[in-house]
């Protein structure tokens, strides 16, 4: 049996959770299991263009414009205020939309200058201002919402389809959560460190623009890196059933069981081996990262990472 394999068992068993089948369809993540140009995927493009300013500016412009035109040429009067206010506001800007680049607080690291950790807070404040200040955004693509959901929406993946293994686990208050495993093309190396994502907030059955992120990292990390990925699946994301304690992320019981189900397993499928566990590190992303910092502030040394 292949330490893969023994891993996926051991796993399994010490879960005591009976693993549910599910559909193919629904068990596989999204993008094994949706066009990535189809319609949930165009829907978050749309929205985002029209909380841009800049957007509903040249829209309103363009139909004040047009108005314009065919009240003067028909005699109209209504088309000609419509088309004069709608070219008004256009240039004053439109009310509810998101200016570019207008923040409450300006972009940087903000952390102690004192303390046992201010030489390292200083580099990381450094470099942090020296790429703002060299960060020249794309002309048409200025807002945060467009950087994330333009590159899903045209980008392929760059490793193909990923074979992912579900992993269900019972929670501390009787939920029970899932976790996909994906290998390295050659199998789990337990000499390579095991990477977990933690995904950000998601529909019910399909990310949307975070599948983009997250398989992309699985594919790096796996098919570049050689390391094996762990996808911590948000409570009642990706189809997975909750009965009564939903998702909230202040909690990080979760993620604390995910790793000590693998912490023994890891340990015993290295020793097999004849080396040691491999060293376990976290990335999560949108409001998996904030899990995670609170995670790490609740169990400092002892966590397992």
Not at 25 to 30: A, E, G, S, V
Not at 51 to 76: E, K, P, Y
Request: glycine share 8%; proline share 6%; hydrophobic share 45%.
């Amino acid at each position: 049996m292949s330490l893969e394999a023994r891993l996926l068992e051991k796993l399994r068993r010490v879960s005591a959770e009976p693993q549910p089948k599910v559909d193919e369809p629904k068990t596989l993540p999204p993008e094994l299991s949706t066009w990535r140009h189809r319609f949930d995927g165009f829907l978050p493009l749309v929205l985002a263009l029209s909380r841009s300013m800049l957007v509903r500016n040249i829209c309103a412009g363009t139909l004040g414009a047009a108005l314009l035109t065919a009240g003067c040429c028909r005699g109209t009067t209504l088309q000609v205020l419509m088309g004069l206010g709608l070219l008004v506001a256009s240039q004053r800007g439109l009310p509810g939309a998101t200016e570019f680049r207008k923040v409450e607080t300006e972009a940087g690291f903000y952390a102690k200058s004192s303390g046992v950790c201010a030489s390292r807070n200083q580099k990381i404040r450094e470099a942090m201002q020296a790429f703002m200040a060299s960060f020249v955004p794309c002309p048409w693509q200025q807002s945060g919402e467009l950087c994330t959901i333009l590159p899903y929406s045209i980008n392929a993946p760059r490793f193909g389809l990923l074979k992912y293994e579900r992993i269900w686990l019972a929670a501390d208050d009787g939920e029970v959560f899932a976790s996909d495993f994906v290998f390295p093309p050659g199998g789990f190396d337990p000499t390579r460190p095991i990477v977990v994502l933690l995904t950000g907030l998601a529909p019910s059955q399909h990310w949307t623009e975070a599948a983009g992120f997250i398989s992309d990292a699985a594919g790096y990390l796996t098919c570049r890196a050689n390391m094996t990925v762990v996808i911590l699946v948000a409570r009642g994301t990706m189809d997975t059933r909750v009965n009564a304690n939903l998702f909230h992320g202040a909690r990080v019981t979760d993620f604390r069981r995910l790793l000590e189900t693998m912490d023994p397993c890891l340990k015993e499928v290295a020793s097999d081996a004849g080396v040691a566990k491999p060293a376990v590190f976290a990335a999560g992303y949108s409001m998996g990262a904030i899990i995670l910092a609170n995670y790490c502030g609740h169990y400092g040394k002892d966590a397992l990472l």
